[in-house]
């Protein structure tokens, strides 16, 4: 038996200011990443994928800089994009409960109700989160 390996490739990596507008210069990055790399199905989900996490780690972890990157991935003819976001906190991301009437709290439900599968591992200097977006195959 053998494994296929996953091929995967940087499309762009930089580094945001843990700021409100962080979110929205993501989204910017992502949508034109993706453009010029041909992978401009996969910028609805990825830019609100990438506004979601972006936008915790500033919210939530309190981070002055947000490490943001796009990745193409193939394997076996399937093709995907995965986001991965840095910040400082050591802190795991909370999928919350929100209610109706609550403003806040289903970003990370919009991440996995996009993705394929998120979720995120502890690093040198806090942590990464990650979503996995699998391009969507018209049926025939």
């Given at each position: 038996?053998?494994?296929?390996?996953?091929?995967?490739?940087s499309?762009?990596?930089?580094?945001?200011?843990?700021?409100?507008?962080?979110?929205?210069m993501?989204?910017?990055?992502?949508?034109?990443?993706?453009s010029?790399?041909?992978?401009g199905?996969?910028?609805?989900?990825?830019?609100?994928?990438?506004?979601?996490?972006?936008?915790?780690?500033?919210?939530?972890?309190?981070?002055s800089?947000?490490g943001?990157?796009?990745?193409?991935?193939?394997?076996?003819?399937v093709?995907?994009?995965?986001?991965?976001?840095?910040?400082?906190?050591?802190?795991?991301?909370v999928?919350?409960?929100a209610?109706?009437?609550?403003?806040?709290?289903?970003?990370?439900?919009?991440?996995?109700?996009?993705?394929?599968?998120?979720?995120?591992a502890?690093?040198?200097?806090?942590?990464?989160?990650?979503?996995?977006?699998?391009?969507?195959?018209?049926?025939?």
């Open positions: 038996m053998t494994a296929t390996a996953t091929e995967t490739t499309l762009i990596a930089f580094i945001l200011p843990g700021a409100p507008c962080s979110a929205r993501a989204r910017f990055y992502v949508r034109a990443a993706l010029y790399h041909d992978l199905d996969f910028s609805g989900d990825a830019e609100a994928v990438s506004s979601e996490l972006v936008a915790n780690a500033a919210t939530h972890a309190g981070a800089r947000i943001l990157e796009l990745m193409r991935m193939e394997r076996s003819g093709l995907a994009v995965c986001v991965v976001v840095t910040d400082s906190s050591p802190h795991p991301p999928l919350r409960d209610r109706d009437d609550d403003e806040h709290g289903r970003g990370l439900h919009v991440v996995a109700g996009l993705s394929a599968d998120w979720s995120w502890p690093c040198e200097t806090g942590k990464a989160v990650y979503a996995i977006l699998i391009r969507k195959e018209c049926p025939v």
